[in-house]
């Protein structure tokens, strides 16, 4: 059941003026309550718009309400529902009980959407700020959003602005493959209160405090795209730096977590060289319950928790690759999701590349993907006629399968070929300048393209064949 609450303000909403460098702003009090799996919050945003439209409707994603009960669209697949619901089923919600700023109501495919009214039309070049007060309740699933046997899971937690598309505020559905989570930068102040058995792993640089039973984090992170936490009784933590960076990384089970550590800052040192400077001031990598390898966020990474030992540095390396490839340079993962996961796919071959250590080598990663992608398209071809275009939206794959194919290994396989084609040189220009030009954007994969077509014309010719599925593997 979703609430809700209208509080309309007398005054205008924070209507004003904006330059084009001031960054949209989140503020953030929550509170955690383990004993009735609750998440409460008060945030107070500002957003400006930046487009050529008035704004009569503004909307944001409420992602946990793919957790309630009846949801459209699950937050995983049958296959992995087993082991991701520890307890059996589980359920969560998010309910907005106040909005002060505009009149509000629940929308969207799956109840997916606040739309908001703000008290008057927001023009481009204006502001409008929102003050929101919601409760979101938290499954027990080991997933993004989640409580997990050993960890707290705290992701797509809040309203989110809606990213801005050509026909108006873009509206996602949650789905069960892939990120679905398409965002904008802006700036975080975050101050979150719990028991102070739990440390905290987040997005961002904070303190702690500590009053009685309970502690504070105050946490600032600015020019990200989301923010994420993830809470537990049971961390160890390890540090370290790379290229002047504190790395930290806060592990349960992990049998070497000095390796680990090494991973993630020799993969942060290799990429910064390699794509250009990392922009953020820290970098933390958690190990946490998952079902799947990894999951990113600005300055966070998360790994599951039952890799085996042989994968970590492997996930590593790809889940650090996203902070070029997601988080600094950002993209339509819902539609283009092979954008970010197959650059990130080759980094970490790249990496291994470079670290022989790890035990994995460039040669052996390429001939998995290709073999994994060929047996993918024998099965493909027998029972659907063959699934091989790459750009589509998330919710248009037939499953984890062929998502995981069509994304990852076809993705890999791509920018390989490219590299074959363009040459060291020109290949590597390429990727610099796409990371230069485009940080801090979502950017199209025309943008992406058009870096490499510019050194080699053939270039374009081999990303249509592969993302139109009309090449052979």
């Given at each position: 059941?979703?609430?809700?609450?209208?509080?309309?303000?007398?005054?205008?909403?924070?209507?004003?003026?904006?330059?084009?460098?001031?960054?949209?702003?989140?503020?953030?009090?929550?509170?955690?309550?383990?004993?009735?799996?609750?998440?409460?919050?008060?945030?107070?945003?500002?957003?400006?718009?930046?487009?050529?439209?008035?704004?009569?409707?503004?909307?944001?994603?409420?992602?946990?309400?793919?957790?309630?009960?009846?949801?459209?669209?699950?937050?995983?697949?049958?296959?992995?529902?087993?082991?991701?619901?520890?307890?059996?089923?589980?359920?969560?919600?998010?309910?907005?009980?106040?909005?002060?700023?505009?009149?509000?109501?629940?929308?969207?495919?799956?109840?997916?959407?606040?739309?908001?009214?703000?008290?008057?039309?927001?023009?481009?070049?204006?502001?409008?700020?929102?003050?929101?007060?919601?409760?979101?309740?938290?499954?027990?699933?080991?997933?993004?959003?989640?409580?997990?046997?050993?960890?707290?899971?705290?992701?797509?937690?809040?309203?989110?602005?809606?990213?801005?598309?050509?026909?108006?505020?873009?509206?996602?559905?949650?789905?069960?493959?892939?990120?679905?989570?398409?965002?904008?930068?802006?700036?975080?102040?975050?101050?979150?209160?719990?028991?102070?058995?739990?440390?905290?792993?987040?997005?961002?640089?904070?303190?702690?405090?500590?009053?009685?039973?309970?502690?504070?984090?105050?946490?600032?992170?600015?020019?990200?795209?989301?923010?994420?936490?993830?809470?537990?009784?049971?961390?160890?933590?390890?540090?370290a730096e790379a290229e002047g960076i504190p790395v930290t990384y806060c592990y349960l089970d992990d049998a070497d977590p000095a390796r680990t550590l090494v991973a993630a800052t020799q993969s942060l040192s290799y990429y910064a060289e390699t794509f250009g400077t990392y922009e953020y001031p820290s970098y933390t990598v958690v190990e946490?319950?998952?079902?799947?390898?990894?999951?990113?966020?600005?300055?966070?990474?998360?790994?599951?928790?039952?890799?085996?030992?042989?994968?970590?540095?492997?996930?590593?390396?790809?889940?650090?690759?996203?902070?070029?490839?997601?988080?600094?340079?950002?993209?339509?993962?819902?539609?283009?999701?092979?954008?970010?996961?197959?650059?990130?796919?080759?980094?970490?071959?790249?990496?291994?590349?470079?670290?022989?250590?790890?035990?994995?080598?460039?040669?052996?990663?390429?001939?998995?993907?290709?073999?994994?992608?060929?047996?993918?398209?024998?099965?493909?071809?027998?029972?659907?006629?063959?699934?091989?275009?790459?750009?589509?939206?998330?919710?248009?794959?037939?499953?984890?399968?062929?998502?995981?194919?069509?994304?990852?290994?076809?993705?890999?396989?791509?920018?390989?070929?490219?590299?074959?084609?363009?040459?060291?040189?020109?290949?590597?220009?390429?990727?610099?300048?796409?990371?230069?030009?485009?940080?801090?954007?979502?950017?199209?994969?025309?943008?992406?393209?058009?870096?490499?077509?510019?050194?080699?014309?053939?270039?374009?010719?081999?990303?249509?064949?592969?993302?139109?599925?009309?090449?052979?593997?």
């Amino acid at each position: 059941m979703v609430v809700l609450v209208f509080a309309m303000l007398l005054v205008s909403p924070g209507l004003a003026a904006c330059g084009a460098e001031t960054p949209d702003r989140y503020t953030m009090a929550l509170i955690y309550q383990p004993e009735t799996r609750t998440l409460s919050g008060e945030m107070t945003a500002v957003f400006y718009n930046r487009t050529d439209t008035v704004w009569e409707t503004v909307k944001f994603q409420l992602w946990p309400n793919a957790f309630r009960e009846g949801a459209k669209y699950l937050p995983v697949s049958e296959a992995y529902a087993p082991a991701v619901y520890y307890k059996g089923a589980s359920f969560g919600e998010i309910s907005v009980t106040s909005v002060d700023g505009g009149e509000a109501r629940i929308a969207g495919e799956d109840e997916n959407i606040l739309e908001v009214v703000p008290s008057a039309p927001v023009y481009p070049d204006e502001s409008v700020t929102f003050t929101m007060t919601f409760t979101v309740i938290v499954p027990e699933i080991e997933h993004r959003l989640g409580i997990g046997e050993k960890t707290v899971n705290l992701a797509h937690f809040y309203p989110v602005l809606c990213a801005w598309g050509g026909d108006g505020f873009c509206e996602h559905v949650y789905t069960c493959c892939g990120d679905p989570f398409v965002n904008g930068t802006a700036d975080y102040d975050v101050t979150f209160t719990l028991p102070a058995e739990y440390h905290v792993a987040h997005t961002g640089a904070g303190t702690r405090s500590e009053d009685g039973e309970l502690a504070t984090y105050h946490v600032i992170a600015e020019d990200v795209r989301d923010f994420a936490m993830v809470c537990s009784e049971q961390f160890s933590v390890l540090s370290a730096e790379a290229e002047g960076i504190p790395v930290t990384y806060c592990y349960l089970d992990d049998a070497d977590p000095a390796r680990t550590l090494v991973a993630a800052t020799q993969s942060l040192s290799y990429y910064a060289e390699t794509f250009g400077t990392y922009e953020y001031p820290s970098y933390t990598v958690v190990e946490t319950g998952f079902p799947y390898g990894g999951m990113e966020y600005p300055m966070l990474s998360l790994i599951a928790d039952d890799l085996p030992s042989q994968d970590i540095p492997l996930v590593v390396a790809h889940e650090t690759a996203h902070q070029w490839w997601y988080a600094m340079i950002g993209s339509d993962q819902y539609h283009e999701a092979w954008q970010d996961e197959g650059l990130a796919e080759f980094s970490a071959a790249l990496f291994m590349e470079s670290y022989p250590e790890y035990g994995r080598t460039y040669a052996e990663l390429l001939s998995e993907s290709e073999n994994a992608y060929r047996a993918y398209y024998s099965v493909s071809s027998q029972l659907t006629g063959g699934e091989t275009a790459m750009r589509r939206a998330l919710v248009d794959f037939t499953g984890d399968y062929a998502y995981r194919n069509l994304v990852y290994d076809k993705g890999f396989i791509l920018f390989d070929r490219l590299r074959q084609t363009m040459g060291e040189t020109r290949f590597f220009a390429a990727v610099k300048e796409y990371a230069r030009a485009h940080k801090g954007t979502i950017a199209s994969p025309e943008m992406l393209i058009s870096c490499f077509a510019s050194r080699a014309p053939q270039a374009e010719g081999i990303f249509n064949a592969f993302l139109d599925g009309l090449c052979v593997i």
